[in-house]
């Protein structure tokens, strides 16, 4: 069974960093795209970032420039760096990975159990 179990949440200022972690555990040949989602009260969940397994990353137009996704292979785990962080940033976070249960086997996805992110003076 695979866990994905997340990190680093909490409130902060507006203009202040938080640095969220994910790391999955459990029986699995490898893990390829990492992604971090959010959903705000009232709406739908959204694509912050996701990162390949080659390193290739992509945001959305709302936190680029602000956020930095990077993964540790060796740790089966994914960072999100926010800086910059604005009110409109509240939000539950959560990553998503897509994990290849067998050799030569199809990614399926995984869901952490989510972070609150509250920015808020």
């Known amino acids: 069974q695979v866990q994905l179990v997340e990190s680093g949440g909490g409130l902060v200022q507006p203009g202040g960093a938080l640095r969220l972690s994910c790391a999955a555990s459990g029986s699995f040949f490898g893990i390829a795209v990492m992604g971090w989602y959010r959903q705000a009260p009232g709406k739908q969940r959204e694509l912050v970032a996701g990162i390949t397994s080659g390193g290739s990353t992509n945001y959305a137009d709302s936190v680029k420039g602000r956020f930095t996704i990077s993964r540790d292979n060796s740790k089966y785990t994914v960072y999100l760096q926010m800086n910059s962080l604005k009110p409109e940033d509240t939000a539950v976070y959560y990553c998503?990975?897509?994990?290849?249960?067998?050799?030569?086997?199809?990614?399926?996805?995984?869901w952490g159990q989510g972070t609150q992110v509250t920015v808020s003076s």
């Open positions: 998503k990975f897509g994990v290849v249960l067998t050799f030569r086997g199809v990614p399926y996805d995984y």
